[in-house]
């Protein structure tokens, strides 16, 4: 007789996030304490979008950045990719409500991969997605391959809290809070992962010198909320800059 077994979706797989999928949203306001939609705004305007630019929103989940860009750019289109397909539902049906249907699309994707031409997109943003990712330094090389000269990458990230009085109560309630709030609110103990993943996240210096190695110019590596969360802003080096690099 044959015995069944349950496949336990791999931490911060796209099967992970369709387990949380429905009260994501709320989740991120009451964790952040409302601060991510601030930090989404500065990565929105991180990106330097030129008009009509093309935007594209990695592990874009419920699409809040792929709004925030619509909205703070009404002449772009952005397309935003994720794993997961209970993430992307939430999502599309936010964007039907905003009505921006037509200006923002959703696929399936990996960044690992991009569906994409070289140069074919103006930008490209991830927020709170890359440390989700399995091979970064893979998806670092994607995102520089698929921007075109000139064009900004944009990541948002959670990272380790700087030191001082006011970091150590932010990774108080990094590793200890947030993992527990998030657990008892969602019924899932997924968001145990959240503390994990932090921790095993590269600290900004050692992430910023994986951009350069994937072809990326670093701009920016900028703390945000006394180091509760970090912005990278990179844009692609040129064909003889890689060369030098290498």
Do not use: C
Request: proline share 5%; no cysteine.
């Amino acid at each position: 007789m044959s015995q069944e077994t349950t496949k336990v979706p791999r931490a911060g797989s796209g099967e992970m996030f369709d387990a949380i999928a429905a009260r994501y949203d709320l989740l991120n306001r009451i964790l952040s304490l409302g601060m991510d939609q601030g930090w989404r705004r500065r990565a929105v305007e991180a990106l330097a979008l030129r008009p009509g630019a093309r935007v594209l929103d990695l592990a874009t989940g419920t699409a809040d950045l792929a709004m925030t860009i619509a909205k703070a750019h009404p002449d772009a289109t952005v397309i935003g990719l994720d794993p997961s397909s209970g993430m992307l539902a939430e999502g599309a049906h936010k964007i039907a409500a905003a009505g921006l249907e037509g200006r923002v699309t959703l696929r399936i994707g990996d960044a690992q991969a991009l569906p994409f031409e070289d140069a074919s997109v103006d930008g490209v943003a991830i927020a709170f997605g890359i440390r989700n990712v399995p091979d970064r330094a893979k998806a670092l090389r994607e995102m520089a391959r698929v921007t075109r000269p000139g064009g900004r990458v944009v990541l948002l990230e959670l990272s380790e809290p700087r030191a001082g009085v006011m970091g150590l109560l932010a990774r108080t309630y990094v590793h200890e809070i947030v993992p527990r709030i998030g657990a008892a609110l969602s019924g899932a103990k997924e968001y145990r992962y959240l503390q994990r993943s932090i921790e095993a996240f590269p600290s900004p210096d050692v992430f910023s010198r994986m951009m350069g190695e994937a072809g990326l110019s670093v701009l920016e590596a900028s703390p945000l909320t006394f180091g509760v969360a970090h912005l990278f802003v990179g844009t692609p080096l040129g064909e003889r800059a890689r060369r030098e690099e290498v």
